[in-house]
């Protein structure tokens, strides 16, 4: 079963805006990933998150994470067209194997 | 460091015929994942290894998919027969520790399979 669930499903803006995906699961978790997936590619490790976190920053990502709320967030900024994939979250729960959500398709027009 | 290595990179087989897969994790990664992404949909784990035991299989159709991983490195994943909704892209990942806690996985590009 997927435990995260991306919204939306499907963004598309403009190079140099920011670009805002929502996570939400439904159970406690260790830590939340973040992967990317270019057309016909496999996935890419962007940021990981654990559960005693509430933000962390890589580059031009920010992940923020709501264990209250049972959500997380991914932001962007200033994105450029080669930032267009698909953006999947992933929760990794007790001993249970890591668990993927549909993603986001995010489409950034030059 | 080399990626996963994942042959062939398409197949397209007739309902009913057999297809395997094959994966060359990164060097020195102890655990090893199949996963199944259908299209428009997040990967579904199938299968993962440790070293050359297996640690979760409860979602691999076992009457039609079979997996192995011998000698603790590589690995091959199999379909036989194959129906319609094996339709999918078959990714091969690997983790450097033990486990999940905490460990990015790396993915291979995967397989496109077809069945016609």
């Known amino acids: 079963s997927q435990q995260g669930e991306e919204d939306p499903q499907a963004l598309s803006i403009q190079e140099g805006e920011n670009a805002t995906m929502n996570c939400s699961y439904k159970?406690?978790?260790?830590?939340l990933q973040w992967y990317r997936q270019n057309s016909g590619r496999g996935l890419v490790h962007l940021i990981l998150?654990?559960?005693?976190?509430r933000e962390k920053h890589s580059g031009r990502l920010r992940v923020t994470l709501d264990t209250s709320k049972k959500s997380s967030s991914l932001l962007i900024t200033a994105s450029r067209a080669a930032d267009t994939a698909s953006y999947f979250c992933?929760?990794?729960?007790?001993?249970?194997?890591?668990?993927f959500g549909k993603g986001t398709r995010l489409s950034v027009i030059a | 460091e080399a990626g996963v290595a994942q042959s062939p990179r398409y197949k397209i087989i007739e309902k009913r015929q057999s297809v395997a897969f094959w994966c060359n994790p990164i060097?020195?990664?102890?655990?090893l994942y199949w996963y199944q992404q259908i299209l428009g949909q997040g990967p579904k784990l199938l299968i993962q290894?440790?070293?050359?035991?297996?640690?979760?299989d409860s979602q691999l159709p076992k009457d039609r998919f079979s997996a192995e991983r011998l000698k603790g490195v590589d690995s091959t994943l199999k379909i036989q027969p194959a129906k319609l909704e094996d339709s999918a892209v078959y990714l091969c990942?690997?983790?450097?520790?033990?486990?999940?806690?905490?460990?990015?996985?790396?993915f291979g590009n995967g397989t496109r399979l077809t069945v016609t």
């Open positions: 060097s020195g990664h102890a655990t």
């Open positions: 992933a929760t990794s729960s007790g001993n249970t194997p890591l668990v």
């Open positions: 159970t406690s978790i260790n830590n």
């Open positions: 998150i654990r559960s005693n976190e």
């Open positions: 290894f440790q070293n050359n035991g297996v640690v979760d």
């Open positions: 990942a690997s983790s450097l520790v033990a486990g999940q806690l905490n460990s990015p996985l790396h």
